[in-house]
């Protein structure tokens, strides 16, 4: 998405909004053609969420939760560091807020790594995607 539809947007919560905004408006269109879509972003503030929901109708609501900590670890694009030196304003679990979601349909997963670098029970759980559905999340 950023790559493409999203080009040049940054991490304020206006550019954050216009992204997930454009998501929304892409996934009915997939759908419109029989394509399955699942659109993974990350989506800090609960109003633009609820617009992305209206918008696809068929949405299902998944949270995985992570100590900022461990995702600065995970971090390959070195964003994390930007942030903590100043270079990326407004960056989600730095210097910006993660609205949780109240009831999401999907499960909720926490995890962590252990200090040996071995994944912890709960990440085995996500597995490699890091996105998990449940079954009840499925009409």
């Known amino acids: ?26 996934c009915p269109l997939l759908t419109k053609h029989g394509v399955p879509d699942i659109a993974a972003a990350i989506s800090p503030y609960r109003d ?12 299902v609501e998944v949270y995985v939760k992570y100590p900022v900590e461990v995702c600065e670890q995970r971090d390959t694009k070195g ?4 942030a903590r030196l100043g270079e990326i304003k407004q ?3 730095v210097a910006d807020p993660y ?7 999907g499960h909720r997963v ?4 252990d200090g040996r670098g071995k994944r912890g029970e709960d990440d085995r759980k996500v597995g490699r ?6 079954e009840r999340g499925r009409r």
């Open 110 to 113: 926490r995890g962590s790594r």
């Open 79 to 82: 964003r994390y560091r930007k």
């Open 48 to 59: 633009v969420r609820e617009e992305g929901r209206k918008m696809v109708g068929r949405f």
């Open 91 to 93: 960056f989600t679990g």
């Open 129 to 134: 995607a890091g996105l998990a559905v449940s």
């Open 1 to 26: 998405m950023r790559t493409h539809l999203s080009k040049g947007l940054g991490f304020s919560r206006e550019d954050r909004d216009t992204n997930i905004r454009r998501i929304g408006w892409v």
């Open 99 to 105: 609205e949780e979601p109240p009831q999401p349909r």
